[in-house]
């Protein structure tokens, strides 16, 4: 049986936006994130975190460093009770290691998720601060939303009209959650 997932981008989404973060002591979570991420479970749907990370093919910080980072992320969102399925992160960059079908917009990191944890697409929302975090609900199903937080204030003009655009990850949780009727 597929569950409804939402993809959540990790950088400018669900902690504030910085360029190349490699350190745990800079992971901060923007206000009402982790209250919203678990309304997301609490509703029944499944949290995955997608997230490219092009520091480390840029040679800024290494995937030690990474993982670093997402295990803090990992232990701040359990103290907060909220239950992640799972994290997926894209280490390439197409100027660098060339092109790959992970880096979003593209699949791969939704498809694994899909596969590892019985996700159904069409029922699944995709949320981020980039039209490349919203990009996969074109390609796979499902609905998209950019957040105003992170780049997403310089990019709403951009986002087709199909899109909504919204403040912040609590709002788009209330407006998923609306949306679905949980």
Known sequence: MSRPAVFLDRDGTII?????LSDPDGVEFIAGSVEAMRQLADAGFVVVIVTNQAGIA???YGVEEYQAVARRVAERLEEGGVQVGGTYFCP??????GACDCRKPGTGMYRQAAAALALDFDQSWFVGDKLSDVGAAEALGGCGILVRTGYG???EGEAPSHIPVVDDLATAVRHIIDRAGR
């Open 16 to 20: 504030v936006e910085k360029v190349y």
């Open 58 to 60: 840029r040679g800024k």
């Open 92 to 97: 390439h960059h197409p100027d660098v290691t």
């Open 153 to 155: 204030a310089e990019l």
